[in-house]
């Protein structure tokens, strides 16, 4: 949905640039593409994840932040504060969905 959705729109109404230029921060991309998808490491996947975001933060990246925001002290408190001191514009796209097609993602 992000990448296929927002970020479409995006570029359409904002003149954002291409995906290629964007970096995707997503701590489930750690843990099934480096951690064996064992959840065990679920801390290790965060940290990496935290230090690509301020790495992109550090270097002026387009980001796409994949992430659930289920916690929003953690979404709101060290991500979105974060772009907003560092003067970024921030997009958000919320996806709404039943509840039953999110627990068939699982």
Known sequence: V??????????DKCGCPEI???VRLDPD???SGMLDNNNDY???ANFVNHE???CAVGQRRHMLFDHTGKDLVNTCGRVISRLKE????????IV????T????RL
Not at 2 to 11: A, D, I, P
Not at 87 to 93: F, K, R
Not at 101 to 104: K, P, S, T, V
């Open 2 to 11: 992000l990448v296929n959705n927002c970020v479409g729109r995006l570029q």
């Open 29 to 31: 991309y750690y843990i």
């Open 101 to 104: 097609r999110c627990r068939a």
């Open 86 to 93: 560092a003067d970024y514009v921030i997009h958000l796209c």
């Open 42 to 44: 679920r801390e290790m």
């Open 20 to 22: 290629e230029e964007f």
């Open 96 to 99: 709404v969905a039943p509840y």
């Open 52 to 54: 690509s975001f301020m």
